[in-house]
């Protein structure tokens, strides 16, 4: 049966690492990114090393039935309100359009407020990054603000646990798959 893994970055081998670079630094994936720059070999090995002493990011790797094809990630996690800004992106081209953005936040929601019982996601879109809002609209996240990041359009948005649990079985037709860990 296919399925949707996070493996963290620690924890892959390291082509896979370097593979995470190379999709960051795409293009079409680096234009929806707050920080635009070029990420290098050297700043990219010392930040997944960093990740061993930090406790508000957690970075996996997303696996789709066991081929790398992607990124998820939490940051400015805070364990004491519970909230934390994610974001996620697919790297390998084949696997774009397919629904499984859908899948991966689904997956990704239900790890966040049944495992973690954290109580609100944020995140943050680029205004132009129309697929990501299509996805956040579908899954009823709200729009609680804008505002203009190196002259471009930036929207927040969150989703509470009580939506998740308001949306989670809609959601979950949506997306089938396996929820293997």
Not at 24 to 43: G, S, V
Request: glycine letters at 4%; aromatic letters at 16%; a positive charge.
């Amino acid at each position: 049966m296919r399925d949707i893994k996070f493996v963290d970055i620690l924890k892959v081998k390291d082509e896979i690492k370097e593979k995470v670079r190379q999709w960051r630094n795409k293009d079409d994936i680096r234009k929806y990114m707050l920080n635009q720059h070029i990420i290098t070999k050297a700043e990219h090995l010392s930040w997944i090393e960093s990740l061993r002493n930090r406790n508000d990011w957690k970075f996996w790797v997303v696996f789709f039935d066991k081929i790398p094809i992607g990124s998820v990630y939490l940051q400015n996690i805070n364990f004491k309100n519970l909230t934390s800004e994610w974001g996620f992106y697919i790297g390998e081209d084949d696997f774009k359009g397919k629904g499984l953005g859908k899948c991966i936040l689904f997956k990704l929601l239900e790890f966040y407020f049944e495992v973690m019982r954290f109580e609100v996601l944020f995140t943050k879109v680029v205004s132009n990054n129309i697929v990501a809002l299509n996805i956040y609209k579908k899954f009823k996240f709200k729009v609680i603000n804008n505002f203009l990041d190196n002259q471009r359009k930036i929207i927040l948005l969150k989703f509470s646990k009580k939506d998740w649990f308001k949306q989670k079985e809609k959601l979950k037709n949506e997306c089938l798959y396996s929820n293997k860990q």
